[in-house]
């Protein structure tokens, strides 16, 4: 089948550290099962109804990653097992994180999530906005979220050499954060590339890549759904 011939064509090109993020949203079941069955755990989906059904539906060791954007009161539906946040771009989520985490007695692992693109429709901080969330005094009281790293999105473009600036950006970012502000052994991830540009990110420092159609086959909508 055709997603099994993908992931093992991706598998001979990714680095062996390199975390793969299946993207399966839009996707049915039987596609995840179908991937599961080669071995992928690590899933990513980015609406909160459609994570927590396939949760529901699905085995219980996948590792499921929320990339979208994330509304506040929605938290609390995947706060009992989601384990990586990636586009966390507000103090206020990051609050409300916090305590929904606290209510399930976990520790929930996020990303900071900026703007690298030269796109305006697109979330997340500035490099000074995400700095100075680091310095509030708030921040330093939230006991129940760990910042593992940074994510970002290049611009949809042909224009390679802008696509690895925006990279190369992103990793700048992640260490003046690593230097100033969460020196912590945790502190390790880089959540960047998507089908059309993960050699780029890759080549750039990537630690994470989000891949979905090159998996599953093209979706019928615009790559921000
Ligand atoms: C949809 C999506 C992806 C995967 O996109 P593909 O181009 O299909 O690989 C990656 N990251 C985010 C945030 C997405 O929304």
């Given at each position: 089948m055709a997603i099994q011939e993908n992931l093992e064509k991706i598998h001979k090109e990714l680095p062996e550290k390199l975390k793969l993020i299946a993207?399966?949203?839009?996707?049915?079941e039987s596609a995840i099962l179908e991937a599961y069955r080669c071995g992928q755990r690590l899933f990513g989906e980015n609406k909160v109804q459609e994570l927590v059904d396939k949760y529901e539906n699905l085995p219980k060791d996948i590792e499921w990653h929320f990339i979208g954007h994330l509304q506040t009161n929605k938290v609390k539906y995947i706060a009992?097992?989601?384990?990586?946040?990636?586009a966390v771009d507000s103090l206020k989520l990051l609050s409300e994180i916090d305590k929904q985490a606290a209510k399930n007695n976990r520790i929930i692992n996020c990303l900071l999530q900026f703007?690298?693109?030269?796109?305006?429709?697109k979330f997340g901080f500035t490099k000074e906005e995400a700095f100075e969330l680091l310095h509030t005094s708030e921040f330093k009281?939230?006991?129940?979220?760990?910042?593992?790293g940074v994510m970002g999105m290049a611009t949809y473009t042909d224009n390679e050499n802008q696509i690895r600036e925006e990279f190369a950006t992103l990793k700048s970012y992640f260490l003046q954060i690593k230097e100033k502000f969460i020196p912590e052994d945790y502190f390790t991830e880089i959540s960047m590339g998507m089908s059309a540009d993960y050699k780029i990110a890759i080549e750039e420092g990537s630690t994470m890549v989000r891949l979905g159609s090159s998996i599953f086959g093209i979706r019928f909508y615009s790559k921000f759904n």
């Open positions: 993207v399966s949203k839009t996707k049915p009992p097992f989601v384990h990586l946040i990636h703007h690298i693109a030269n796109e305006n429709a009281t939230f006991e129940n979220i760990r910042i593992v």
